[in-house]
């Protein structure tokens, strides 16, 4: 049987081309040629006057802190359904981690979640628009305004969706992609920072190399600060994938119309939300089981795992974590966060990759509706022709 993988990119001459013409030409006068060009037209694409190529979206968060001047004795709020990279910066400049609970529809930071993890301490807050869905962005930014907290957002996982007409990434003063293999849009490694505010812009230019400014010649630095730059050869590469973007984004809402073929009219499961006045790009699809089957991710693994299909559950509440655990705040949240510690174990991110096939949807189709079967619960309702 042919293994199902998880994530991964797809990968043309373009981007072959591209990155020979860099490893040839990006050096001397030309050495940020390619820099220049991906970061000006992901810009233009984001809907934002600045972009900043970085090694990764980790890199991305941490200079975004760093250019806010967050650390000890700020506090910083993350969803608590993400990976550890939305949050691990805060920790490395000092700051304490806020958890907070999410929306059970989108699983994105509840707005009202958001309220109530504010204190006089509070910076900013960073909302995940969670594998391409969207928080409720309105509400957050009357939550934000009220209290004078910046929003970071992380959209690693969500280029090209939109959220009433804006762009992911263009939705708080920072944004963040990251540009990981597994991502829609990559370069191997990879990230970005992005805002529309040009004095935060001078900052993190200023931050990311060094503590000089991008003209500095007579390598005169006037602060200890951090060396965050991307190489030209990756950035070729993502320049070719971004001129390519609305063929990648429309590929994965393709890959999520053919799983909700398949398990679309199952009573009982839930796919990615997509509510009114959002563009979901749909990075990775995920299937929530209802509580009434009695089944969690962990009953998934082992069926994926004898059927060739790579597992990956839905994210644990991050307050949950051994890297996390002992921390007081993390105590505070696994009381609060009732919404995040219901569905996190209920589910199950769905093999998302660029060699995704109709059959491979099929066949985890048939492994899933088999849990279900298993468990005497499923019902599922006669379907025209079937
Ligand atoms: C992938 C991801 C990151 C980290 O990206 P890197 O480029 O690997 O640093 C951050 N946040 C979210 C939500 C992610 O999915």
């Not at 910083?76 to 958890?99: D, K, N, S």
């Not at 762009?167 to 540009?179: D, E, H, M, N």
């Not at 993390?330 to 966060?337: D, K, Q, S």
Request: some cysteine.
């Amino acid at each position: 049987m042919e293994r199902i993988p998880n994530a991964g990119p797809w990968v043309t001459d373009k981007e072959v081309a591209y990155v020979a013409d860099a490893a040839r030409n990006a050096w001397y006068t030309s050495a940020n040629l390619y820099n220049d060009r991906f970061e000006e037209a992901f810009a233009r694409y984001v809907g934002v006057r600045h972009a900043i190529s970085v090694p990764h979206c980790t890199s991305a968060i941490h200079l975004a802190l760093m250019t806010l001047g967050i650390g000890p004795g700020d506090e910083v709020i993350v969803p608590e359904l993400t990976w550890i990279a939305t949050a691990a910066p805060i920790t490395q400049v000092g700051a304490t981690t806020i958890f907070a609970d999410v929306d059970p529809v989108t699983l994105c930071i509840s707005a009202d979640a958001l309220a109530k993890c504010i204190s006089p301490r509070t910076r900013a807050v960073i909302p995940v628009d969670l594998y391409g869905g969207m928080p409720d962005w309105e509400a957050l930014r009357r939550v934000a305004n009220q209290y004078g907290v910046t929003l970071i957002e992380d959209a690693a996982e969500s280029i090209g969706s939109e959220y009433h007409g804006v762009k992911a990434g263009a939705l708080g003063q920072i944004g963040v992609f990251s540009f990981h293999g597994s991502k829609t849009l990559t370069t191997g490694e990879g990230g970005m920072f992005v805002t529309d505010d040009s004095q935060l812009y001078e900052r993190a230019q200023f931050l990311r190399d060094h503590g000089r400014s991008p003209s500095d010649r007579s390598l005169f630095n006037t602060e200890v600060a951090c060396k965050y730059k991307m190489s030209a050869m990756q950035a070729a590469f993502g320049l070719a994938q971004l001129e390519r973007i609305d063929e990648l984004v429309g590929r994965k809402r393709e890959m999520f119309s053919w799983y909700q073929e398949e398990l679309g009219e199952i009573p009982g499961l839930t796919l990615n939300a997509e509510p009114d006045g959002v563009f979901n790009s749909l990075w990775m699809t995920n299937v929530m089981l209802d509580p009434g089957f009695g089944l969690t991710k962990d009953d998934i693994r082992p069926r994926f795992a004898e059927n060739a299909i790579d597992y990956r559950p839905l994210f644990h509440p991050l307050s949950s974590l051994p890297a996390f655990e002992k921390r007081p705040e993390a105590a505070a949240a696994r009381e609060r966060n009732r919404v995040a510690y219901h569905l996190s174990p209920l589910g199950v991110n769905l093999p998302s990759s660029f060699r995704l096939t109709r059959e491979h949807v099929a066949r985890v189709g048939r492994v899933l509706r088999e849990a279900l079967a298993a468990t005497g619960k499923l019902h599922e309702p006669a379907k025209a022709g079937g």
